[in-house]
C-alpha cells in the first residue's frame, strides 16, 4: 500500500512538473524571450553580446517553435488529464495506458527534433566569432559537468541518509 501510494506522488508530481515545464512560453521579460525559454543549452547565448537584431531573431524563432507546436502539447495534456481520471479496473483503462504511452514518445521525439531545429536555426544567426565562444564556453560547461561527477563518485550518499520505502 505505501508503495502504491509512494509510486502515485512520484508519477503525479512527474507529470505536474512535465507540464509546467512544456507550459511554460516565452516571455518578453529579461531574457528577450530567448534566454528564458528553459534550455540550458541556450542560456550561454547571454554571454555572446549579441546585437539587438540577433536578439529579435532567435525571440522570433522561439516564439515561432512555441506557437507551431501548441496543439500538440495541449492534446498531450487533455490525454493525460483524461487517463489520470480513470481508475485501473475501468474498461479501456490499458488501451488509454498504451494510447498515451505512444502519445508520450510521440511528444518526446517531436521535442528532441525541435530542439535540433531550434539550435539550427539560432546558429544560423551567430557570427563565425560568436561561434568559437560558443563552443568555447560548450567545452567549459562540459568540464564543469564532469568534475561534478567526478565529485559525486568520489562522495557518494550514504546509505542512511537516502529515502527508505
Not at 8 to 35: E, I, K, N
Not at 96 to 121: D, F, G, P, Y
Request: aromatic share 4%; hydrophobic share 40%.
Amino acid at each position: 500500500m505505501r508503495k502504491s501510494i509512494s509510486l502515485g506522488l512520484v508519477l503525479a508530481s512527474a507529470m505536474a512538473l512535465t507540464t509546467l515545464a512544456v507550459a511554460q512560453a516565452p516571455s518578453g521579460g529579461p531574457g528577450d524571450g530567448w534566454h528564458s525559454h528553459g534550455h540550458g543549452q541556450f542560456m550561454a547565448l547571454s554571454k555572446l553580446n549579441l546585437t539587438d537584431a540577433q536578439k529579435a531573431s532567435i525571440k522570433q524563432i522561439m516564439q515561432t517553435s512555441f506557437a507551431q507546436n501548441k496543439t500538440q502539447r495541449q492534446a498531450l495534456s487533455q490525454q493525460r488529464t483524461a487517463f489520470e481520471t480513470m481508475t485501473p479496473d475501468q474498461v479501456g483503462y490499458q488501451a488509454a495506458t498504451a494510447s498515451l504511452a505512444q502519445a508520450e514518445a510521440a511528444a518526446a521525439s517531436a521535442r528532441v527534433q525541435q530542439h535540433a531545429t531550434i539550435r539550427a536555426q539560432v546558429y544560423a544567426v551567430l557570427t563565425p566569432a560568436q561561434k568559437a565562444q560558443l563552443a568555447t564556453l560548450q567545452a567549459q560547461q562540459q568540464a564543469r559537468k564532469q568534475q561534478w561527477q567526478q565529485f559525486k563518485a568520489q562522495h557518494p550518499v550514504s546509505s542512511t541518509s537516502q529515502v527508505t520505502q
